[in-house]
Every structure is written in structure tokens, then in C-alpha cells.
């Protein structure tokens, strides 16, 4: 299955895992325990794709776009960017492969320095991998904030002179400074005001377009998801549990876990029922001890003995290009 392109994809990750050790003690540090916060990932992106990648706050979404980076280095797996395996990558070739990729955080308010002016945070950039002299820059930032609808008079204004939804803009100009292949969005309107959201999204749709932009889009809320994404990843607990295009998976969802999320979004028009809501029983386990088999067993109303004894396997169960992690996967109709 593919998104808008067939062929070969620009980014291919491959079993990625992360875990981070537990340690115990002041002077001798034990290790005494493992959390397991990606276990065994894989997904593709395709060129001028929007990948979305969904779940609870804590299922390990932000750990795989902070290792895919190399901010944090993978325990195990291979993320292929153009054919190139990027946890081998090295010095000089790393630093070409962050011109290729780079990132949006969540949060507009702690991602920018409050003591740097737009121009700085915008051309820091341009410092840091020597493509631009001094004099070309100013007018390059006045045209990455024009093109995120920034006036690009403000160039000398500073971060808290903006509001929130113009300083995520601020930071998609610094992102785009270095004309990437590859962007990933950790959830980058969470923070804003819903009626900002929108603003943000169709901006990002705009860009894809334009530049021809690659999305990886990490969310936990299914309904933004839904307008900006290709296709779709849904996480729990550091593990894929489905994907498909966004009309397989909020049309004819396949997962119990996604089935239960589905049912947890608002539906926006007053005069259609309320959807028949999933409640689901318990805690989210711990990443430090996870249930054995399928980590959603122990709140699944679905589960049976075999979900405790073996680890289901994202495969498409139905031959129609929708793979589920689940041995008893069974479409539910969503409004």
C-alpha cells in the first residue's frame, strides 16, 4: 500500500526499537529494570506523503521522532533515508542527513529562545551548516516569513512579541530554512487554540504543495489527524497496532484500540446521535512492565488466552491493504 506515489519511499524505518534502562542506587547505578518506549516500529513514507502517527500521550511517538533524528540512538532496528541507513550515519554525513530532515515541536513558547530575535532563531540555521554568507541572509528570512504568512517587516521583533500560533509559524520558517525533504511534526498544534489549529494545518497543507514536503505527523488527537494525513499509524504502547489510508482506518476501523479512540471523538453535528462510546476498563500499563503478548490484553474486551501467550503480528488479515495487530480484528462501523 501506498500514499500519493508509488516506488521506491523517501524514509523507511525497519523494527525500530528504544528502550531506556532503569537504574537504582546513588554511587554504583544498577540497572534493575528496562522501559520498553518503542518496540519494534516500521513504517515507510512516501515523497509528498503525510504519514500520521496516532495514540495516547506516553505510547512512544516522540521517541521515535527524536530517535529517527539521532537526539537519542536506537537500542535496535534501521530507518533508511533515500536508501541510507541513518544509525549508520556518521560526522559529515549526518549533518547533511538533518539539512534533509527536520522537525516541529510541540510546544511554540519552550522551542524558541526568548534572548534571539526572529531573524537570529530563523538564520541559525545557515550558521550551524555554513550554506548562506551574512549578506544573502536577511532577505532569505524575510522570505521564509513571508511564506509562512509572517510579515517579514517583524524580523527583529523577539518571541514573546508574538502569539502562539505565530510562533509555531516562526518555528515551520526555521525548519524549512535549509528546503528539507522530510519534515516531522511532533504534535505541533496541541498547544494552540482550536480555531489556530486549523490556521496551522491548512498552512502545513499549503507547504506540502508547494515544496513538495514529506510529513511524518504525530498527534493524539484523531480528528486533527484525519485532515492533514495520507495514511495512518496508530501506536500503543510502543508498538503499531494498525494502519491503513485515513478512510480505512476512521471509516472501518479494524483494532479494538482504535475502535476505542474513535469512539472518544466529539461528533460535531448536534442533529446526528452521539457514537456508541467504548469505555475502557483499567490503567495504561507501564512501559517498564508491559503485559506479555499483545500489550492492549489487559484492557481489551476482546482478549482471549492466546492474546497473553503470543505477540500478534501487523499483518493484513483480510487481503485488502489494512494490516491490525489483533488475532480477533473485526471492522466496527464509526459515523
Not at 518503542?38 to 504519514?51: A, K, L, M, N, W
Not at 527536520?102 to 532563531?121: C, E, H, K, W
Not at 503499531?240 to 489510508?245: A, K, L, N, S
Not at 490484553?297 to 495487530?325: M, N, Y
Amino acid at each position: 500500500m501506498t500514499g500519493r506515489n508509488s516506488g521506491e519511499p523517501l524514509l523507511r524505518v525497519e523494527n525500530l526499537v528504544k528502550y531506556f534502562p532503569v537504574k537504582q542506587g546513588i554511587v554504583f547505578r544498577r540497572t534493575v529494570g528496562t522501559i520498553k518506549a518503542v518496540d519494534g516500529v516500521s513504517f515507510e513514507i512516501y515523497p509528498r506523503e503525510t504519514v500520521g502517527l496516532v495514540g495516547e500521550s506516553g505510547c512512544g511517538k516522540s521517541t521515535v521522532a527524536r530517535t529517527l533524528l539521532r537526539l537519542q540512538e536506537p537500542t535496535a532496528g534501521a530507518a533508511y533515508f533515500k536508501g541510507r541507513n541513518i544509525f549508520e550515519m556518521g560526522g559529515e554525513e549526518l549533518r547533511e542527513l538533518r539539512r534533509e530532515i527536520q522537525i516541529i515541536f510541540q510546544d511554540p513558547y519552550a522551542s524558541l529562545n526568548p534572548r534571539m530575535t526572529v531573524g537570529d532563531i530563523i538564520g541559525e540555521p545557515f550558521d550551524i551548516h555554513n550554506v548562506l554568507g551574512k549578506k544573502d541572509r536577511r532577505p532569505r528570512v524575510q522570505d521564509l516569513l513571508e511564506l509562512v504568512g509572517l510579515n517579514p517587516d517583524h524580523i527583529n521583533r523577539f518571541p514573546h512579541q508574538f502569539s502562539g500560533g505565530q510562533r509555531q509559524r516562526i518555528g515551520v520558517a526555521r525548519a524549512l530554512a535549509l528546503n528539507p525533504s522530510v519534515l516531522i511534526c511532533d504534535e505541533p498544534v496541541s498547544a494552540l487554540d482550536v480555531s489556530v489549529q486549523a490556521q496551522v494545518i491548512n498552512l502545513l497543507e499549503e507547504l506540502q504543495d508547494e515544496l513538495n514536503l514529506a510529513y511524518l505527523f504525530i498527534a493524539h488527537d484523531l480528528s486533527v489527524v484525519r485532515h492533514i494525513a495520507d495514511r495512518l499509524a496508530v501506536m500503543y504502547l510502543g508498538r503499531i497496532v494498525e494502519t491503513g489510508t485515513d478512510v480505512e482506518v476512521y471509516d472501518h476501523p479494524l483494532h479494538p484500540y482504535t475502535q476505542a479512540l474513535l469512539s472518544a471523538v466529539p461528533v460535531p453535528n448536534p442533529k446526528h446521535k452521539s457514537r456508541d462510546r467504548i469505555l475502557l476498563e483499567g490503567d495504561v500499563p507501564s512501559p517498564a512492565d508491559p503485559p506479555s503478548g499483545c500489550n492492549f490484553r489487559t484492557r481489551c474486551w476482546k482478549a482471549q488466552d492466546v492474546c497473553a501467550e503470543e505477540v500478534p503480528e501487523l499483518i493484513d488479515r483480510f487481503d485488502d491493504g489494512h494490516p491490525s495487530a489483533c488475532y480477533f480484528a473485526k471492522e466496527r462501523q464509526v459515523l
